[in-house]
């Protein structure tokens, strides 16, 4: 089991930079592989990026390449995602999951989640 929990969000002019955080509970968290979503108003939620519980292995959704890059510090017990070039489209509720089994892109697959936060990116 384990608890998740993001700050870090806000509101950031575009073409901005903000940093997620997520903090997890548990000392079984070194172990899992870590999820960003996101999920605009009237939309479905959508994948932004994977860590593998080692760090050794991320993926990005077409969309951020480039412009954010997910981290994680087992010893701290976090994992991070830093954006920059935010833009309008960049705006919706940032959630992080845990421990995905499957495809890590599919948001069912993931066990455990937070409870989001929120960025907002002003043109």
């Known amino acids: 089991q384990v608890q998740l929990v993001e700050s870090g969000g806000g509101l950031v002019q575009s073409g901005g930079s903000l940093r997620l955080s997520c903090a997890a509970s548990g000392r079984t968290f070194s172990t899992y592989n870590m999820g960003w979503f996101r999920q605009a108003p009237g939309k479905e939620r959508e994948f932004v990026a994977y860590?593998?519980?080692?760090?050794?292995?991320?993926y990005y959704a077409d969309f951020v390449k480039g412009r954010f890059t997910i981290s994680r510090d087992n010893a701290k017990n976090t994992v991070y995602l830093r954006m920059s070039g935010l833009q309008p489209e960049d705006t919706a509720r940032y959630y992080c999951?845990?421990?995905?089994?499957?495809?890590?892109?599919?948001?069912?697959?993931?066990?455990?989640w937070g409870q989001g936060t929120q960025v907002t990116v002003s043109s």
């Open positions: 860590i593998s519980w080692s760090g050794r292995s991320t």
């Open positions: 999951a845990a421990n995905p089994s499957g495809s890590i892109y599919n948001s069912k697959n993931y066990a455990y």
